[in-house]
């Protein structure tokens, strides 16, 4: 990561900017059920929460780390930070569990949340599974 | 992916107009994965770049690029390590979920 953000300076014009887009998680909030990816099931009547989902994070405190002595040192300049709503919707479970298996293989599920998940979508079989990710949006200028 | 639709609001793509000045510019995605952001992106850069690091998920971005599209936009394999690119020549660089 260190590496990748070095070479992202050096390729960019002055004045150019790095943008990180990534999941938003509060590192004290990690252990709590709120603090996680939260899983729905859903359909046009309503929603019904089914589960959650954690992730390791780990890399991202050291990036965390990292960008905050870029800009102490004034190799980066922070233009803007915020946090948005981000939605992913898989119409079942099977595209949900073949998408994690790839994409998202740093995310886990509890065995009872997953029995939970499972069960909702039994008894509502026209409901497709929705994943909110609070996604946090940083931008940096290079002077 | 069969089945899945990840942020069809296209928030992501909208953050991204608001906060930063892409329209026009040189912009390189870091760890493209199979070009999801790339193409969504495409329509509003100048020239869009994306790599990643192994040869099937570039093969298949590349294959996922509308022929519209590709006259302004290229996926490559290369590492975040040693960049295969020049000083100085982006306006923007992107990591999405990749820092």
């Not at chain 1, 405190?61 to 709503?85: H, N």
């Amino acid at each position: 990561m260190g590496h990748a953000l070095r070479e992202s300076v050096r390729v960019l014009k002055s004045g150019g900017r790095i943008v990180d887009l990534r999941p938003h998680f509060v590192k004290a909030e990690r252990s709590l059920r709120a603090g996680r990816e939260q899983v729905y099931c859903v359909d046009e009547e309503g929603q019904i929460h089914a589960a959650t989902l954690k992730r390791d994070l780990d890399g991202f405190w050291f990036t965390d780390r990292l960008i905050g002595e870029m800009v102490s040192t004034g190799c980066l300049r922070k233009e803007a930070g915020i946090v948005f709503p981000f939605n992913s919707y898989f119409h079942d479970l099977e595209a949900f569990d073949r998408f994690k298996s790839i994409r998202w293989d740093n995310a886990s599920m509890t065995a009872t949340d997953r029995r939970n998940l499972v069960r909702t979508l039994r008894r509502n079989p026209g409901m497709r599974i929705r994943i909110d990710s609070p996604m946090q949006l940083n931008v940096y200028e290079v002077p | 992916m069969r089945g899945v639709h990840v942020d069809p609001q296209r928030r992501e793509v909208r953050m991204l107009d608001r906060y930063v000045p892409i329209e026009g510019a040189r912009l390189l995605e870091i760890g493209c994965g199979q070009g999801r952001l790339t193409r969504r992106l495409a329509t509003k850069t100048n020239t869009l770049l994306g790599f990643d690091t192994t040869y099937e998920t570039v093969k298949k971005a590349h294959r996922l690029i509308p022929e519209r599209q590709r006259h302004s936009t290229r996926v490559v394999v290369a590492s975040g390590v040693q960049m295969p690119f020049q000083d100085r020549s982006f306006d923007v660089t992107l990591f999405s979920w990749s820092l």
